[in-house]
């Protein structure tokens, strides 16, 4: 099997984890709206609020956990963890019989997710190759978007032929068996190389090195300078570089990734994903949509973003991040100023479903296509690739904790928002995917192909304001060092071969 194929094969198992979180964005908003739920339950909308929110609140914490974790335990035992802890969480949803019993199960699964969504996407860049780290890390995304797509369909067939409290446990219950399967056969798969080189393991490191480049070749040219390079930036981590929580923000070049990293999570929450994914009922209601046809469509909208998720993996390498970035954050930013207009000129009262309904759905799809192709993939991709290898960990629990903290906040505010002050919250998206694509315009350095070795040159040298620089003046072409190494081994080689 080439090498490429495998890392990429490693990365869609340990991805397993991202379908946990992505089938829970999509099925929750069926739990929420289901007929038996409200029966049951009676929940107000600050309570069907609660319900969604402490998912992510939850995670929060597994995500803040996962940093100390995933650093002291490996990636292989941090991922194993969090599928244990989702699926008590899981079973605990699914054998709820009052509100209570469901808050709990929400929020224990939560804390499991934070787990695996913060250390999966560090775990897949730290095994893949420069070439193709993007489409790697990427499947993150795409991963929570399968999730998301059996959702769609499981909770609208079960809306839609079950009466009883097996229209919302079913579909939660089944988001127990990829758990089952990630948690039973991570450790047959390896541990991070650099992570066992960091923790003074080099020469394991050095055949997982082999095993993930090279089929098992310890000897390999590019291995051998691969494995250099990473020991000889370990040892200038160790002596120059952050090492633990406080120096993330002491030290520039270290508090510079963090602030990015951080703010490219907070920011991709502020598209507005969440709040369309978590409560699409309510949402497609202000226009007169029933519940039954918003959940269909919405599973619609999962195949759409599958699509747009596969594109951005086979093509974020050879795009790259700034461009896709700052201009998908543009297209959000059209597509929801569009949305608002038709919320505001056709509310449910103008029976408006059919004409402005279909026109809302379809800036709702293409919305959906442009946040899967350019920034839900990217939110993932780029804080996992620009810390080193001694903080990374550190640095993307840091991030990923940013992300669940303002998806929990529009968890819990969204559905009051729809109902209280309607169509003018979409405003609020509008205004933040523009400031969104300005900002990354102005700080976001290219690190496409880029080793993770050269992550310290770049933002250590790189101006704050990119716009107008010469990247040659901060570019260390650490790619081109290893090759140049590789190249040396071969001819050593060749020579003794001959002689």
Same mark, same amino acid.
């Given at each position: ?29 069926s ?18 609020g ?74 897949q ?42 229209q ?51 000897n390999?040219?590019?291995v ?53 994914q978590?409560f699409?009922? @309510?949402?497609? #209601?202000?226009?007169?949509? !029933?519940?039954?046809?918003? &959940?269909?469509?919405?599973?619609? /909208?999962?195949?759409? %973003? ?31 100023l ?33 946040f899967?192709?350019?920034?839900g ?9 620009i810390?080193?290898?001694?903080t ?12 669940f903290a ?7 505010? @969204?559905?009051? #928002?729809?109902?209280?002050? !309607?169509?003018?919250?979409? &405003?609020?998206?509008?205004?933040? /995917?523009?400031?969104? %694509? ?12 880029l ?9 250590t ?35 003794h071969?001959?002689?």
């Amino acid at each position: 099997m080439k090498p490429h194929t495998y890392q990429f094969l490693v990365g869609v198992f340990a991805s397993m984890g991202s379908v946990l979180y992505g089938y829970d964005l999509g099925v929750i908003a069926s739990v929420v709206g289901g007929t038996n739920y409200a029966e049951l339950f009676h929940a107000n909308a600050a309570q069907n609020g609660a319900v969604v929110s402490l998912f992510t609140g939850g995670a929060f914490f597994g995500a803040g956990f996962a940093g100390a974790v995933g650093d002291y335990l490996g990636r292989r035992l941090t991922i194993l963890t969090g599928a244990l802890l989702f699926l008590i969480g899981g079973c605990i949803q699914t054998a709820a019989q009052t509100l209570n019993y469901l808050y709990g199960g929400r929020a224990i699964a939560g804390l499991g997710v934070g787990f695996l969504t913060m250390i999966i996407p560090v775990y897949q860049s730290e095994i893949a190759h420069p070439s193709i780290r993007g489409r790697v890390t990427g499947l993150q995304q795409f991963m929570l978007g399968i999730g998301s797509f059996l959702a769609g369909w499981i909770s609208w067939g079960c809306f839609v032929n079950l009466n009883n409290s097996a229209q919302w446990r079913v579909p939660l219950g089944i988001q127990n068996f990829p758990a089952v399967v990630l948690a039973a056969l991570i450790l047959f798969f390896p541990e991070s190389p650099r992570w066992l080189i960091d923790h003074n393991r080099a020469d394991e490191g050095l055949r997982t090195l082999a095993e993930l480049h090279a089929n098992g070749d310890i000897n390999d040219s590019w291995v051998r300078a691969e494995f250099a390079q990473i020991q000889e930036s370990i040892t200038v981590e160790h002596e120059q570089e952050a090492k633990s929580y406080l120096e993330l923000f002491t030290n520039r070049s270290a508090f510079r990734r963090l602030f990015l990293a951080c703010a490219i999570q907070a920011a991709t929450q502020m598209t507005g994903v969440s709040a369309i994914q978590y409560f699409s009922i @309510t949402i497609f #209601a202000n226009i007169g949509i !029933t519940a039954d046809n918003a &959940l269909k469509y919405q599973a619609i /909208n999962n195949i759409l %973003a599958l699509v747009a998720q596969a594109a951005c993996m086979f093509l974020i390498d050879k795009f790259g991040r700034r461009p896709t970035i700052i201009t998908g954050n543009l297209f959000n930013c059209l597509m929801f100023l569009i949305a608002t207009v038709l919320l505001a000129k056709f509310p449910p009262d103008t029976n408006s479903g059919g004409t402005a309904g279909w026109g809302f759905i379809i800036v709702t799809w293409l919305y959906n296509i442009s946040f899967s192709f350019a920034c839900g993939p990217l939110s993932w991709i780029i804080p996992a690739e620009i810390f080193d290898t001694h903080t990374r960990s550190k640095g993307v629990s840091i991030a990923t904790m940013t992300s669940f903290a303002f998806n929990t906040m529009i968890g819990q505010v @969204t559905e009051i #928002a729809m109902k209280t002050v !309607t169509w003018r919250y979409y &405003l609020l998206f509008v205004i933040c /995917n523009f400031t969104n %694509a300005v900002f990354f315009y102005l700080v976001l350095p290219e690190t496409k192909k880029l080793p993770l070795e050269e992550m310290n040159y770049l933002f250590t040298h790189a101006p704050w304001i990119v716009p107008g620089t010469d990247k040659a003046k901060y570019s260390a072409n650490l790619a081109a060092d290893v090759e140049r190494r590789a190249a040396e081994l071969r001819e050593k080689i060749e020579v003794h071969e001959v002689n």
